[in-house]
């Protein structure tokens, strides 16, 4: 069993290491051409919008490959 400060720890890793793959990723998406920055005023809109995508596109990085832990990730998208 993994104690909640176990969780964590490892939680505070994996976010240590999306971090620098999310600002990567966000710089693609912000240079790809899907999307004109200029059309957008110096507000939070383009930035947010971006990191949505860039979440998701990193996401499936996270993604567990266990038949057992991807049942458990659909049971817990329902709360």
């Known amino acids: 069993m993994q104690t909640e400060e ?10 240590v290491d999306i971090e620098g793959r999310l600002l990567i990723e966000a710089k693609r998406l912000y240079n790809c051409g899907g999307i004109d920055p200029e059309d957008f005023d110096d507000t939070y809109g383009l930035p947010k919008i971006i990191l949505s995508v860039a979440l998701k596109n990193e996401s499936y990085g996270f993604c567990p490959l266990s ?10 998208e329902k709360f």
């Open 6 to 15: 176990q969780f964590e720890e490892k939680v505070k890793e994996l976010i």
């Open 67 to 76: 038949p057992d832990y991807k049942a458990a990730v659909t049971n817990l």
